[in-house]
């Protein structure tokens, strides 16, 4: 019965050709470039088939012979004796490794691997809309497996550097506007740097720190579908520190035609002041 179940077991000879791995490599790309797409030349060091050999691992003018000691089976069995009977029991073949074959001369440039290693240079186009990182398979650019297997993947890790103006979320892009008080207060149309030039925004009269201002569609291009993302401009009214005092004469008599020239705080609706809660919590005790 083991004897049978042994035998029932055999796999037979492995190949030497095996597919190559996986490798990856990080690639830096700026916002503009991540927005659009972009086509880059990169240097890989990477294995590929021994041009001597061809892949088959063994000198010019010979090929692989079958092994003797299991006879190009690729394994041995052994049959032992046992209280319950006789075992069979089936390894790879230790002079071949498993392979049914030898090399009677391994080939010199690459030592019976079927590869080396050496630098090569291909282009790769970066599709539009990728980020921080964000996986580009390349299929079949790899390293090309031993016994001149077939190559695995190449995976291209993309790096998005800062940009100085704008930040990132999503596809959309953020930036920060600083306008002087008066133009805020009277209106203004003010150019704004974009990914594709100059842009002209309007500040409508009273605008405050804070607000938005979107520009459609000027963001970053849909990675998976068409149409972009925004760029969405934050307003901050910068307020004058040093005064001459001609600008000072004009502000004061400016807060005197609004009736500015001691102006109330202003609390939000529902906000009480500190001494005010303290008095409300020492009248319901």
Known sequence: VFGAAGAGTTRGPRSRARRGRNATIRIELDLSECAFGATRELTVDTAVVCPTCSGEGTAPGTHPATCDVCA?????????????????TTQPCPACSGFGTVLPRPCPECDGDGRVRTRRTMKVRIPAGVEDGTHIQLAGEGETGPGGGPPGDLFLE???????????QGDDLHCTLTIPMAAAALGATVSVESLDGPSDVDIRPGTQSGQVLPLYGLGVKHLSGNGRGD??????????????????????DLAKLRGEESPPGKFQPGQ?????????AFNGR
């Not at 190009?72 to 069979?88: A, C, K, T």
């Not at 009480?272 to 409300?280: A, H, K, N, T």
């Open 158 to 168: 993309v790096v998005q550097q800062p940009h100085p103006i704008f930040e990132r």
């Open 231 to 252: 760029l969405v401009i934050h307003v901050t009214v910068e307020t004058p520190t040093r005064l001459d005092a001609e600008q000072e004469k004009l502000l004061r």
């Open 72 to 88: 190009g089976r690729g394994e041995i069995s052994q049959v032992r004796r046992s209280f319950l009977g006789q075992m069979m």
């Open 272 to 280: 009480q002041g500190f001494f005010s809660r303290l008095r409300d």
